[in-house]
T-cell receptor, first 114, second 113 residues
Framework: NSKVIQTPRYLVKGQGQKAKMRCIPE?????VFWYQQNKNNEFKFLIN????????QIDMTEKRFSAECPSNSPCSLEIQSSEAGDSALYLC????????????FGEGSRLIVV | DAKTTQPDSMESTEGETVHLPCSHATISGNEYIYWYRQVPLQGPEYVTHGLQQNTTNSMAFLAIASDRKSSTLILPHVSLRDAAVYHC??????????????FGEGTKLTVSS
């Protein structure tokens, strides 16, 4: 069973609505990643954090997407105005950091935009 | 970005040993080779990883070519529970050790009884 906890497992939103997903990383893991997996099972890296600081993010994330990892609270990924193309499985992963340390994934939050 | 090439699909029968190949001809010296597997409606599950030496754990054996341009994930005595999409991924070290994973399309392994 995954030690990375993602909620909700499923959410359905109308176009233009906000969609917010949460992630509790594995205890002691300072690095958190968000990925988007589309219906063709293709993965897209969105953003990652080390503690509360953003390490890397793609252009898409800088516009309609926002994410944060506050101390003592779950990390979150929010889409300000959902579009049909945002329908996907959003995966959170955590790690101790560094190339030799494994990323462990949660079960994902499946967003359906109608 | 570093990329890997895998067959789209492979078929096997319960009890067989399965060899899943992966090509990564442009791998850099500091990039790790990771394998994950994923079943529908679940997140990817870590299988194993290596840098240069072959590795083994309770799930699989990872054989890495001496030039590191290819690797093979070996699954001994597969069961129906091993049916999944297997992803071979290179771990790219970025700024601040962010080390994100670059996923390919993976190999869909089918296991029949």
């Amino acid at each position: 069973n995954s030690k990375v906890i993602q909620t909700p497992r499923y959410l359905v939103k109308g176009q233009g609505q906000k969609a917010k997903m949460r992630c509790i990383p594995e205890k002691g893991h300072p690095v958190v990643f968000w990925y988007q997996q589309n219906k063709n099972n293709e993965f897209k890296f969105l953003i990652n954090f080390q503690n509360q600081e953003v390490l890397q993010q793609i252009d898409m994330t800088e516009k309609r997407f926002s994410a944060e990892c506050p101390s003592n609270s779950p990390c979150s990924l929010e889409i300000q105005s959902s579009e049909a193309g945002d329908s996907a499985l959003y995966l959170c992963a955590s790690s101790l950091g560094g190339a030799g340390n494994t990323l462990y994934f949660g079960e994902g939050s499946r967003l359906i935009v109608v | 970005d570093a990329k890997t090439t895998q067959p789209d699909s492979m078929e096997s029968t319960e009890g067989e040993t399965v060899h899943l190949p992966c090509s990564h001809a442009t791998i850099s010296g500091n990039e790790y080779i990771y394998w994950y597997r994923q079943v529908p409606l679940q997140g990817p599950e870590y299988v194993t990883h290596g840098l240069q030496q072959n590795t083994t754990n309770s799930m699989a054996f990872l054989a890495i070519a001496s030039d590191r341009k290819s690797s093979t994930l070996i699954l001994p005595h597969v069961s129906l529970r091993d049916a999944a999409v297997y992803h071979c991924i290179l771990r790219v070290v970025g700024q601040g050790g962010s080390a994100k994973l670059i996923f390919g399309e993976g190999t869909k392994l089918t296991v029949s009884s």
